[in-house]
């Protein structure tokens, strides 16, 4: 079993920025694809960026631009780097690992974008 834990979510104006990180209790970090999702209240949940060791990273059409997604194999750690943010981008954020059939969910970060 393996044990996420985000951070970095809060409180933002638009316009600013947050970087999420995902922390990951497991060795074999690299073999994972890795991915963040959000929640907005009323909304279902929604893919923003996913990234694997060798291939592209992918986003949703409305982060591009805005958002990157990066990772620290070393570390077991995967990264949203959030800029230019609306109020549209609030929500819980949630990091994902998946190998084969098996995944993983992060306990979720909430982000609020407003004024």
């Known amino acids: 079993q393996v044990q996420l834990v985000e951070s970095g979510g809060g409180l933002v104006q638009p316009g600013g920025s947050l970087r999420l990180s995902c922390a990951a209790s497991t060795t074999s970090f690299n073999l994972y694809i890795t991915a963040w999702y959000r929640q907005a209240p009323g909304k279902q949940r929604e893919l923003v960026a996913s990234t694997s060791s060798g291939s592209t990273d992918t986003y949703a059409d409305s982060v591009k631009g805005r958002f990157a997604i990066s990772r620290d194999n070393a570390k077991s750690t995967v990264y949203l780097q959030m800029n230019s943010l609306k109020p549209d981008d609030t929500g819980v954020y949630y990091c994902?690992?998946?190998?084969?059939?098996?995944?993983?969910w992060g306990q979720g970060t909430q982000v609020t974008v407003s004024s």
């Open positions: 994902k690992l998946s190998r084969f059939t098996r995944s993983y």
